[in-house]
């Protein structure tokens, strides 16, 4: 069975850091693209930085700059480095994992991320 768990997530203030994490497992991990999504309150889930064909990256234009994914093949993780963290960032985050061939996608369960002081 599939299955992405998030952690990391908390409260910061403005301009403050935090470092999400998804650990992986009952998959095999390169033959999926994995990324991370977000939610807030009353909004559509939105991408926010995925790895695509491989080690190639893309990011929301709203994190460029600010956000950072990383992946370790050896341990089959992700984590989302996310710096200078403003309100509008505040959302329940996702790891996704989407298969290459199939373009079925999963999701974890999230991690809440809250930025207010």
């Known amino acids: 069975q599939l299955l992405l768990v998030e952690s990391g997530g908390g409260s910061v203030q403005p301009g403050g850091s935090l470092k999400l994490s998804c650990e992986t497992s009952?998959?095999?991990?390169?033959?999926?693209?994995m990324g991370w999504y977000r939610q807030a309150p009353g909004k559509q889930r939105e991408l926010v930085a995925t790895?695509?064909?491989?080690?190639?990256?893309n990011y929301a234009d709203f994190v460029k700059g600010r956000f950072a994914i990383s992946k370790d093949n050896t341990k089959k993780t992700i984590s989302l480095q996310m710096n200078d963290l403003n309100a509008e960032d505040a959302a329940v985050y996702y790891c996704?994992?989407?298969?290459?061939?199939?373009?079925?996608?999963?999701w974890g369960r999230g991690t809440q991320v809250t930025v207010s002081s």
């Open positions: 996704s994992a989407r298969h290459t061939v199939t373009a079925m996608q999963f």
């Open positions: 009952g998959m095999i991990f390169s033959q999926y693209n």
């Open positions: 790895y695509v064909r491989g080690s190639n990256t």
